[in-house]
């Protein structure tokens, strides 16, 4: 399978702690997807980096990319309680298939 | 306002009763697709469209049926449903396939007893 493997499966910090999350995947990639879903909504779109790029930054997200390890990793830096949410990478390897991860559950304690 | 819709959000049903589950976008996005999450599982793609009556099979097409007659529209059918098929659906679209990030419905929560 190529589907992505993220870690942890969960985590847990306080507010205005950062949190990591890490992303691998196994075959070359066009582009990987960051995104985040609240409790059984929909998923918003949070950050693209292609495979060209390294690091990529919007607002207090932090994305880098690793393709000789194949892994990404999402930083959430001062985190809020809103941020409260399951986030899911997904790797695109041809332009019309994404494969999603199994996703991190992130809690932010107020 | 940007969006793409599902219809019903909930439905519960009886093994091989069939049903349709409609997905609708106001962007004038080309490309089309449909997921099923599954706990533990993620996303898994189940059909996709680049374009009108351009369709192609994802990860898991079995027991699934789609059509894309319409730029707007993308319907995911279910000709005899079975109670694996229980799980939350989401259609999402995006301008030019997965080079770009997806917009996602709000999903479709299906019960199949």
């Known amino acids: 399978s190529q589907q992505g493997e993220e870690d942890p499966q969960a985590l847990s910090i306080q507010e205005g702690e950062n949190a990591t999350m890490n992303c691998s995947y196994k075959?070359?990639?066009?582009?990987l997807q960051w995104y985040r879903q609240n409790s059984g909504r929909g998923l918003v779109h949070l950050i693209l980096?292609?495979?060209?790029?390294r690091e990529k930054h919007s607002g207090r997200l932090r994305v880098t990319l690793d393709t000789s390890k194949k892994s990404s990793s999402l930083l959430i830096t001062a985190s809020r309680a809103a941020d409260t949410a399951s986030y899911f990478c997904?790797?695109?390897?041809?332009?019309?298939?994404?494969?999603f991860g199994s996703g991190t559950r992130l809690l932010v304690r107020p | 306002e940007a969006q793409v819709t599902q219809n019903p959000r909930y439905l519960i049903t009886v093994t091989g009763k069939k049903l349709t589950v409609t997905c609708s976008q106001n962007?004038?996005?080309?490309?089309m697709s449909w997921y099923r999450q599954d706990p533990g599982l993620g996303l898994r793609q189940i059909y996709y469209?680049?374009?009108?009556?351009?369709?192609d099979k994802g990860d898991v097409p079995e027991g699934y049926k789609v059509s894309r007659k319409e730029k707007r529209n993308f319907p995911l059918i279910l000709e005899s449903p079975s109670p694996n098929q229980t799980s939350l659906y989401f259609c999402?679209?995006?301008?030019?396939?997965?080079?770009?990030?997806?917009?996602f419905g709000p999903g479709t929560r299906l019960t199949v007893l």
């Open positions: 999402a679209s995006s301008l030019s396939g997965t080079q770009v990030g997806q917009f």
């Open positions: 075959t070359s990639i066009n582009n």
């Open positions: 469209s680049m374009n009108v009556e351009v369709t």
């Open positions: 980096i292609r495979s060209n790029e």
């Open positions: 997904a790797t695109d390897h041809s332009s019309y298939k994404l494969i």
């Open positions: 962007m004038n996005h080309e490309y």
